[in-house]
């Protein structure tokens, strides 16, 4: 047999088949995943693959295939949001994860604002990925249309705003925000505070519709001055408790829809001279590393981003192969109890 050693260090297709004894077609098809090859031709060829190092040109491969191996993230928020809220670090870390087991790569783009949405729609539509995972919707954002229409492979993290037929992962938000101010209701808390996510998007909204079906199923009254808007970041929360502050100075527990804005809401009652959990108990959304770091560290609600990134994972992959069904799944969450309540 030929010896191929000395041929340098990038062989060719047809080296690869000349080596297992095959056709170059056949080879082809192996390395291009078809099922149409013969369990002992397909075994030829791999050993021949793994024993002269050989790697698919990803260019020729494409153009067979119409397929990139990316994937990508988009998350409809600013630069300045995305590398300063650990949420989305841990999403691409768990993303990432998720995917290393497959020949999938993965792409992170920021779009918040029409201008950066229009540029993300435009390079999606042209091939540069096999699908995409979007994250932190808003209500006024046009790349979940844009792209469904497209029938690009997509799945939203969060259920669909428009109630459209999309495939989505989210956790169940309603469920842990109405566990937190039950929580804060068992505690014999009565004059409970909530600082909302922003309105705009679905995890805001749910949140907020856990805090006041709680309320409402206690026998506590809703009370609009014990509300105050936050964005999802620390400086929003340190914002809106102060507010709730001034509103009622009484107030003896909140609830925050988000880690980082209870932060910002301890830093508040601690300067405001109040005690936690004594004066007001605190519970916040998400466990973030933050979460248990805090003074005093921060009971909050959980939710399994490990499981969420799997099938975001799965539900695109099955529509990069093919799969045209809508799925929906709701990962429950957790209550996670430390110090502030």
């Known amino acids: 047999m030929t010896t191929l050693a000395g041929r340098g ?3 060719t297709l047809d080296e690869v088949a000349q080596l297992a004894g095959v056709s170059r077609a ?6 291009n995943g078809s ?5 002992e031709a397909r075994r030829a060829v791999e050993e021949a693959v793994a024993r002269l190092r ?15 191996d990316t994937i990508a993230l988009v998350l409809s928020e600013s630069d300045t949001q995305v590398f300063s809220d650990p949420f989305f670090a ?16 993965l792409v992170l783009l920021a779009a918040r604002g029409e201008r950066e949405q229009e540029k993300v729609a435009r390079y999606v539509r042209q091939g540069h990925v096999d699908g995409v995972i979007l994250m932190s919707l808003h209500s006024q954002d046009t790349l979940p249309a844009v792209l469904a229409e497209a029938q690009v492979p997509l799945v939203l ?6 109630g459209r037929p999309v495939c989505y992962v989210d956790a169940d938000n309603a469920g842990g925000a109405r566990e937190a101010t039950e929580h ?11 600082v909302s996510g922003p309105q705009d998007m679905i995890a805001g909204i749910d949140r907020h519709a856990g805090y006041i079906a709680a309320l ?20 929003g929360g340190a914002r809106a408790m102060a507010l709730l502050l001034e509103r009622a100075p009484d107030l003896d527990a909140v609830f925050v829809a988000s880690d980082p804005m209870a932060v910002g809401a301890l830093r508040v009652l601690r300067e405001s001279g109040r005690s936690v959990p004594g004066d007001v108990a605190v519970v916040g959304f998400d466990d973030a590393a933050v979460a248990a770091t805090s003074d005093p560290p921060l009971t909050t609600v959980a939710q399994p981003l490990d499981e969420m990134t799997r099938h975001m994972t799965d539900l695109l992959l099955r529509q990069v192969e093919g799969d045209t069904g809508v799925q929906a799944r709701v990962c429950p969450t957790r209550l996670v109890v430390r110090a502030s309540a």
């Open 26 to 31: 056949t080879v082809s098809r192996v390395v």
């Open 90 to 105: 841990r999403v691409v870390r768990e993303l990432s994860a998720a995917l290393a087991d497959t020949e999938m790569n």
């Open 184 to 194: 804060l209701l068992a505690s014999g808390r009565r004059r409970i505070a909530a």
């Open 9 to 11: 260090p990038s062989p």
């Open 54 to 68: 050989y790697v698919p040109n990803p260019a020729a491969r494409s153009l067979v295939t119409r397929r990139t």
């Open 216 to 235: 409402e199923a206690a026998g506590v009254a809703p009370d609009a001055d014990l509300v105050a808007a936050g964005d999802f970041t620390e400086a």
């Open 35 to 39: 099922p149409k090859v013969r369990p």
């Open 157 to 162: 993290s969060g259920r669909p705003l428009d």
